[in-house]
């Protein structure tokens, strides 16, 4: 049985797929598989993949469309390692990351998990240096990431390597299963960090990163299970004043996601819990203000003139499982 599985789940994206493969059996950490799980491709990602030749390499078919995460709760059940590593079907790997995480996991086995940092790159695979899409997050090798967490992820989801005991990814989340997941293992228990830029996200046209009603919507449904842990969070974060600036942050981000959707009781609810929770933030006086301006003045003080309007949606609900019990 290898150490590291690698899932890639694959969905039409055969024109990256060879690099995104090569780069995981490439590694100088040679102890491992990689599972393709492709999604249902009507492009040449099947054939893409059965051409490159590597008896570490293993290419399924799901039976139905499962989106991203059920692809990867599938390669978790179809794969039996110590350590499990998520690629995105398009994105890219430097060869000494899995060797780099898997030490850093060794040394600290009370972490479940490990990310490095990494670089933006375009549909030709040029890494955008001038974009730090770590910017003003923590690089300690070993860290209480939670507080972070709690407002936004700024871990590519390619870079992770976690252990497999605990993992379970949420298969009804098509874009944030990452952050979830990330934010569950976190709680109550330190993340290591190998701070060298080893993983590459890929953003193009073919990807789901650009924002959508959809994604917006599901943004909203994490951040709201956010909200209703409340003062939970406490007991797993191991700085009270960097959790209740977390919990602050992530009531001000709704306040502008509830706009464009016109929900202003939801709006006005969000404003006052970051107040409660960060009351000399200045911006949560001025983004609660926004919450009584008329028509679509809500969205567009805060998203700019351009702001979509979205009317008539149906909230979505994601319930995070979190420990009973602060761990090691």
Known sequence: MPRVSVIVPSYNHGRFLRRTLESALGQTFQDLEVLVLDDGSTDDSLEVAASVRDPRLRVETNPTNLGT???????LELTDSEFVAILNSDDF??????????????????????????????????????????????????????????????????????????????????????????????????????????????VHGANTFFRSREQALEEIAVREAVSRVGGGWLRFGSDPHLVRIGLGQNELNLVALYSPFAA????????????????????????????????NLWPRALWGGSAAVWRGARFQRIDLRLPSTKGP
């Not at 995460?69 to 390669?75: L, T």
């Open 264 to 295: 202003r009781w939801r709006g006005l609810g969000a404003g006052l819990r970051a107040l409660r929770w960060h009351p000399i933030k200045r911006k949560g006086y001025r983004r609660l203000a926004t919450v009584f301006l008329p028509g």
């Open 93 to 202: 790997w430097e060869p000494t990351k899995l060797e780099s995480q898997v030490r850093a996991l060794e040394e600290r086995p009370d972490c479940p998990y490990c990310y490095t940092l990494g670089w933006v790159a375009d549909a030709e695979g040029r890494l955008d240096h001038s974009q730090d899409v770590h910017d003003g997050w923590p690089t300690e090798r070993v860290q209480d990431l939670l507080p972070w967490l709690l407002f936004e992820n700024r871990v590519l989801a390619s870079s992770v390597l976690f252990r497999r005991e605990g993992l379970s990814f949420h298969t009804e989340c098509r874009y944030s299963g990452d952050w979830v997941v990330q934010l569950e293992l976190a709680a109550g228990r330190r993340v290591a960090c190998v701070p060298e830029r080893l993983s590459h996200w890929r």
């Open 69 to 75: 995460y059920g692809s990867q709760q599938r390669g």
